[in-house]
DNA sequence: GCGGACTGCTTACCT
DNA sequence: ACAGGTAAGCAGTCCGCG
């Protein structure tokens, strides 16, 4: 990633230039004296508030010298807050009096919800806490005016958008001004997605080439490092109170990107004395003191320019801090800063994993589940294939080589959780960082809405227009005017058509690409445009609600997400699969491409969602009628084509065997009427369809088998029926014609009853008969009902063993008064097997019944057995 | 006092 | 703290029943 193609700097008064001296060469070359690259390009990482120099302070990575350089806003830019304007004589003198009062000035803007200039008073403080920062509002500047606009946006962001800041962007620093680096994409690369967009809008194509701006450009390696500490417990499996930090830290590990591997071990008295050498490969270094031994980690977190952990914000930083506190570090000699909820660091910046493993967007999206949960563990076994060391023993009792892999091996697996897949979680940091313009640390502790609310606030600021208050955008839009299906729900959704129940053959599925997305470009869906203030535009009507759409103005979220949307379609994903590109470009195309999805797969639910500073039900409930009318009316184009439609959910329809011209002409009539792309998903040599709904099989030509809703693939399947109902699925892979059918369901009768048996017989091992359910909330918060995780948990509980919200609970279905015992506590013998039966009964006959099996008659090969057995019980 | 019909709660899934 | 729609199992309740 060092080499890059050709940078133009960007500078005002000049003509550009080709930058030169990028490419790390010799070091002694490209080095100064003080260890600064010459003509160093940074990238911006990071932009904070600085309360002592009262300014805007951004970090820059330099990636030659892997150093990072702090600038300081030199542009004299302030905080401020908007009000009415004028201000009555009274309210101007309260805010004048405020110690945080800086000056007024008269300013105009655009007011998108009136859809005309306004003047404001803006209100210019000396620091961001004066404007909203303390816990009163009396005591605030905002709350000293009537009405204000734009004063809850933390400075930094503020400072971002004023300045048309590009995180995640190369930048040069010139006579200490900060001077955006352009990257001079191919000429061709211009010219072939130019001819993509030549039926749009100018307005539209700039959007779509500032966007290929950001995202084109060469991104940088970072050095970094892993760190993970451990800490004494008196207690055995008791965790350490981080902000007390009372015990000691006895160990810590750090795993780098240059390939050092360091363990700091405490010596301690009651253990004995370090035998043999160190593990190849491992620098080991034991200290007397844990003072030192901490010094010695901060000084290594201040060599780095990004420190990488997993719970760093809620743990290891935090407990490192107090600890060092608690040791009467001096405050000025601790390279952390914590808060209430983060941790982070002078020098560089911490990128907290499990933050941005947790996040549901990433989890869903980025990495379509493949994690279970967001342990460590887990996440890195999921990921990487390798997980934590298992503990024989608790970490206080364990002699130094042991605690020296444990935690070392901690450290790795989370440096290796940035590294895995080419560089894939830094990558994908850097991009939602370059589309959302937050700071990569903000990018991997905040949610998706977030995400896009920034995007959203920094392009009113480009466009100079007055971010909307969100109580007034309510109130002016009103609410919902569609019921919903589902109890409680504000407004309706999408349509899913009754399957045909059977097997079918030679079944294609033809989707919307991005349905909600293009829907929102198409129908001009933004905030702003949906019941516009204007009459003429009240003619037209979204179907299937009372809300209509603008047609003077071009609608802001319409703009941004369409031409994210089409960059991802037309351009990223395809360009991600293109062979005859360079395997970095196609990695860095597949994580801009992946970037892209997870917003845009979020772009239509944060209108519909209250904690979005933009949220406007009828943008959410317009998005979703458009949707449920285009697929209604696809449905009937295909059926007066005489295409068969056997399935839909959505933006999607299973049609049976048709003909290349019907799909064709459907297709086209889509783009024509609906103007969206309508187009072959994914062909089917047969699908098997229930009369339930997300509930099907499809089998691919290559017996690859998509399995969609069944209960045998539900997380809290027990093992042993989830690995009978695949090698049931399995056999239905190999089944190529109808004729096939009456063959599989012989074979399938034979696992069907072989797994039955050996349920019988006991032969099951505990864990595989464990049912394993989430935990959503702490024990104490089931208060309607005790569902059956929770009683399994209870008796963990009353056991000794803590269980908390978010864990997931195996337990096994028993004959006691609970009906289940945990999976610690239980043994095979307790199994309850008539539930077990009826259970697999319920899972399996999901397949089975619609080739024809019933499960009873399966067992009714040994009906003597079975009615023995019933007996017994 | 017990069982079936019903509703509501909870989880996991689909798009 | 993106959305709504669907399935499933169990908990709890109501009602009928000499």
Redesign the pocket.
């Known amino acids: 990633m060092k080499s890059l193609e050709s940078f133009i700097f960007l500078d005002e008064t000049k003509d550009k230039e080709t930058l030169e001296g990028f490419e790390r060469k010799d070091e002694t070359d490209t080095f100064s004296k003080k260890g600064k690259t010459q003509n160093a390009v940074y990238y911006l990482i990071s932009a904070e508030y600085d309360g002592q120099r009262r300014a805007a302070r951004l970090k820059l990575y330099d990636p030659i010298s892997d150093k990072i350089e702090v600038w300081y806003d030199n542009t004299d830019h302030h905080p401020y807050c908007l009000a009415p304007w004028p201000l009555s004589d009274s309210d101007r003198k309260n805010v004048e009096k405020h110690s945080g009062f800086k000056n007024f000035e008269k300013v105009t803007k655009y007011d998108p919800l009136f859809d005309r200039e306004v003047d404001l008073t803006k209100i210019v403080a000396k620091d961001p806490r004066s404007i909203g920062g303390s816990s009163s509002e009396n005591e605030n500047i905002r709350g000293k005016v009537p009405k204000s606009w734009e004063a809850r946006i933390k400075y930094y962001n503020c400072y971002i958008y004023d300045r048309q800041i590009q995180m995640g962007m190369p930048y040069k620093l010139l006579n200490d001004h900060l001077i955006p680096v352009k990257y001079q994409s191919l000429e061709e690369d211009r010219q072939r997605l130019k001819a993509l967009v030549k039926k749009e809008d100018p307005e539209y194509k700039e959007y779509i080439f500032k966007w290929f701006q950001l995202l084109e450009s060469p991104i940088p390696g970072f050095r970094r490092v892993a760190l993970d500490i451990e800490v004494y417990s008196p207690v055995s499996n008791r965790v350490p109170d981080p902000n007390e930090a009372e015990e000691k830290v006895i160990a810590a590990s750090l795993v780098n990107s240059d390939g050092q591997k360091k363990v700091l071990i405490l010596k301690r008295e009651e253990l004995d004395e370090e035998q043999g050498p160190a593990p190849a490969g491992l620098d080991v270094v034991f200290y007397d003191q844990e003072e030192k031994m901490i010094r010695e980690i901060f000084k290594i977190l201040s060599e780095f320019p990004i420190v990488v952990t997993y719970n760093g914000d809620e743990f290891d930083l935090r407990y490192l801090y107090n600890r060092a506190k608690n040791l009467k570090i001096p405050q000025d000699q601790i390279p952390i800063h914590i808060t209430h909820r983060y941790s982070s660091l002078n020098y560089g910046i911490h990128i907290d994993l499990y933050r941005f493993f947790?996040?549901?967007?990433i989890w869903?999206?980025a990495f379509s589940?493949k994690y279970t949960n967001n342990t460590l563990d887990n996440v890195a076994q999921s990921l990487i294939g390798k997980g934590k060391i298992e503990l024989t023993a608790p970490i206080s009792e364990l002699d130094y080589s042991e605690l020296i892999k444990y935690t070392i091996r901690d450290a790795e697996i989370t440096f290796q959780l940035t590294s895995f897949d080419d560089e894939l979680v830094m990558k994908l940091i850097l991009a939602l960082s370059r589309i959302s313009k937050l700071p990569l640390e903000d990018v991997t502790?905040?949610?998706?809405?977030?995400w896009i609310q920034n995007l959203m606030f920094a392009e009113h600021r480009r466009l100079n227009w007055l971010i909307p208050r969100s109580e007034d955008l309510s109130e002016l839009k009103g609410t919902s005017s569609t019921e919903?299906?589902?109890?409680g729900?504000?407004?309706?959704?999408?349509?899913?058509v009754d399957p045909k129940p059977g097997t079918h053959f030679n079944i294609s599925v033809l989707?919307f690409a991005s349905l909600y997305p293009s829907i929102i470009k198409q129908w001009n869906l933004s905030y702003e445009t949906v019941r516009c203030p204007h009459d003429e535009c009240k003619k037209q009507t979204i179907p299937g609600t009372s809300h209509w759409v603008c047609k003077r103005n071009k609608g802001i979220s319409s703009l941004l997400i369409g031409s994210l949307r089409d960059l991802r379609v037309k351009w990223y994903k395809p360009r991600s699969k293109n062979t005859n590109l360079s395997s970095s470009k196609r990695s860095w195309y597949n994580v801009i491409q992946q970037s892209l999805k997870v917003i845009l797969?979020?772009?239509?639910?944060?209108f519909?969602?209250?904690?979005?500073s933009l949220y406007c039900l009828p943008v959410?409930e317009s998005t979703?009628a458009v949707g449920r009318y285009a697929i209604t009316k696809t449905i009937d184009k295909a059926n007066s084509l005489g295409i068969e439609v056997l399935y839909g959910?959505?933006?999607?329809i299973f049609i049976k065997s048709s003909t290349k011209q019907q799909i064709n002409e459907l297709s086209k009539w889509s783009a024509n009427s609906l103007g969206m792309e309508l187009e072959v998903d994914k062909v089917y040599r047969y699908v098997m369809f229930?009369?339930?709904?997300?509930?099907?099989l499809g089998v691919y030509s290559d017996g690859r088998v998509d399995?969609?809703?069944l209960?045998g693939?539900?997380?809290?399947t027990p093992p042993f029926l989830k690995k009978t109902f695949q090698e049931v699925v399995d056999t239905l892979g190999e089944v190529m014609s109808q004729d096939e059918v009456e063959s599989a369901k012989r074979k399938i009768k034979n696992i069907v009853y072989s797994s039955y048996i050996k349920l019988k017989k006991r032969e099951y091992l505990l864990e595989e008969l464990a049912f394993?359910?989430?935990?959503?909330?702490p024990i104490e918060?089931?208060?309607?009902?005790?569902?059956?995780?929770?009683?399994a948990a209870m008796q963990l509980k009353e056991a000794g063993n803590e269980v908390k919200s978010g864990e997931?609970i195996s337990f096994i279905?028993v004959n006691n008064s609970?009906?289940?015992k945990p999976l610690q506590l239980a043994s095979v013998e307790e199994a309850d097997l008539k539930?077990y039966v009826s259970?697999m009964k319920?899972?399996l006959e999901?397949i089975l019944n619609v080739i024809g099996i019933e499960f009873d008659e399966i067992l009714g090969l040994t009906k003597l057995e079975t009615f023995l057995w019933n007996d017994e019980q």
């Open positions: 947790f996040n549901r967007s869903i999206y589940k502790r905040q949610g998706v809405s977030r919903s299906v589902i109890d729900k504000k407004y309706r959704g999408a349509i899913v989707d797969n979020a772009s239509y639910g944060v519909g969602s209250s904690v979005f959410a979703a959910d959505t933006d999607s229930s009369l339930r709904k997300k509930n099907y399995v969609k809703g209960t693939k539900k997380r809290h394993k359910i989430m935990m959503n909330k918060h089931y208060r309607k009902t005790t569902p059956q995780h929770v009683k997931l279905k609970d009906g289940v539930k259970y319920a899972t999901q």
